[in-house]
Each structure stands twice: as structure tokens, then as C-alpha cells.
């Protein structure tokens, strides 16, 4: 069983930056954001293979969010930059022990473990 624990949710003005983090409590071979903003359906914001720190990403936030890791810690982040109001949403991270390029990573109903959540709010 992994447990994970979310962090560094807030509210920012649009154009602003925050960096959520995500703490696994053993290692996990992939690792994912996905977020779901209130009366939305869940979905998927990037992907990492923690083994060779392989990146992937949807297209709404390609080039404005970062994932990376912090193998040392079995954390995860997610710097999101140039923020949106519709960036806002409840972010999820999720992990996986296999590693990303076995299933499809963009499903949320193949991530086993889930984390908490943490509010994002970005005004205008």
C-alpha cells in the first residue's frame, strides 16, 4: 500500500506560479497529476517515470507546468507557471508501481493510489 500526500495548493492571480508537491511513502515507478474542476470530470495534467525521469503532458498545460522528482524523498512536483483561471481545480496526485510505458498513464481508473488533493484557485 502507498500513501501520498499533497501539498502547496493556494489561490494566485492569473499569471502567477505555485508548486504543489506530492510525498509517496515508498517508491513508485510512475507518477501522475490529474485535476477536476468543480462540475468537470476528472483528467489528466502530466505524467513522470520516476525511473528515467521521463516527462509527459496534456496539451492544455504543455509548457506552462513542469513535473520533476525528488528521488531521495519519493516526492514529486508540479511547478505550474503563467497560471489560468481555468487551471482552477482540486489536483490529484496518483502513482502506479509499474512503470508509465506499460498501461495508458492518462487514465485515471489505472493509478491505484491516490493522494488527498489540493485546492488550486487562480483569480482573474
Known amino acids: 500500500q502507498v500513501q501520498l500526500v499533497e501539498s502547496g495548493g493556494g489561490s494566485v492571480q492569473a499569471g502567477g506560479s505555485l508548486r504543489l508537491s506530492c510525498a509517496a511513502s515508498?517508491?513508485?515507478?510512475?507518477m501522475a497529476w490529474f485535476r477536476e474542476a468543480p462540475g468537470k470530470e476528472r483528467e489528466w495534467v502530466a505524467t513522470?517515470?520516476?525511473?528515467?525521469?521521463?516527462?509527459y503532458y496534456a496539451d492544455s498545460v504543455k509548457g506552462r507546468f513542469t513535473i520533476s522528482q525528488d528521488n531521495a524523498e519519493n516526492t514529486i512536483y508540479l511547478q505550474m507557471s503563467s497560471l489560468k483561471p481555468e487551471d482552477t481545480a482540486m489536483y490529484y496526485c496518483a502513482a502506479r508501481l509499474d512503470r508509465c510505458y506499460s498501461f495508458d498513464y492518462r487514465r485515471e481508473g489505472n493509478f491505484p493510489y491516490w493522494g488527498q488533493g489540493t485546492q488550486v484557485t487562480v483569480s482573474s
Open positions: 513522470l517515470n520516476t525511473g528515467r525521469g521521463i516527462t
Open positions: 515508498g517508491y513508485t515507478a510512475c
